[in-house]
């Protein structure tokens, strides 16, 4: 990965073999929605089913459960929704269920009772375990399974461009300019969208943290503007513009690994066509 001249840190080669194994699960549990817009008929429609992606994003903050919940939750209910056609009447039951088989796999008591009051979806709390028992047979559900998620690839991604931060000397403001909670507060509302279930999680991840990386950098060159305009003669302010443009060179140097990575491991030029189609990524 050294075609660009950038620093490949011992410690990336973990999280390379790290990302190459999760890159053939990936295919595994990807999604592939093929939910109507609108529909006169007895079926779920796209909107239903971010409708009830949107109440287990609720239910995660109720719970105070982490990330990976929602997430794994999320790739139940959708890999569901691929095999099997259901009535819109169910859709909140399969929805909560897949929450519930989430949580208990990711070793987070919940009531089913209780999930199902708070849920307000309309079923009981033996439907839930039932409903429970139906997508955990059609998805073939092994206990301790932990399926491959966007979540799986962010967290990966953001790790080898905080080492690759580290070794050019800009570990600590990567860490300040590029915030864990917040990406995943912005991928939890990527996942919602039905239109980029079926996209790659690890393309969907890259791109995400690409675009926030970019937009961090040209907040760099905003501020180093506003400090040379201000106060052009102070030296402190010549420091800090001077500053300022050695950490834009180098999370652009970060950018530059991301681009290498794109080449090696993912489809040619798919960061241009993942922008085109995921503009909802940008606007959040």
Known sequence: MGTSGLPVPDAIHPLLEQLQEALVLEVKYQPNLQLPTMSQTEEITIGARDGSAHVLRCLKVWYDLPSDVFFVAINLMDRFLTKMKARPKHMACISVSAFHIAAVQLAQSLDADHLV?????????????????????????????????????????????????????????????????????????????????SLKPSEVALVLLCIYLDNAVNRLDTNTDHTISVTVTSSSSAINASVTTTRKHQMLRVLEFAVELQKLYFRYKFLFYARSCGCCIKQI
Do not use: H
């Open 117 to 197: 009051s708070i849920s307000q979806c309309k079923c009981t709390g033996g439907d839930l375990k039932r409903m429970s028992e139906v997508i955990q047979n059609k998805l073939e559900w092994a206990p301790g399974t932990q399926p491959i998620t966007s979540l799986t690839f962010l967290r990966l991604f953001n790790a080898m461009f905080r080492t690759v931060a580290t070794e050019l000397g800009s570990g600590e403001a990567y860490t300040s300019m590029i915030t864990e909670s917040e990406l995943l507060l912005r991928l939890e509302m990527v996942a919602c969208d039905g239109n980029c279930a």
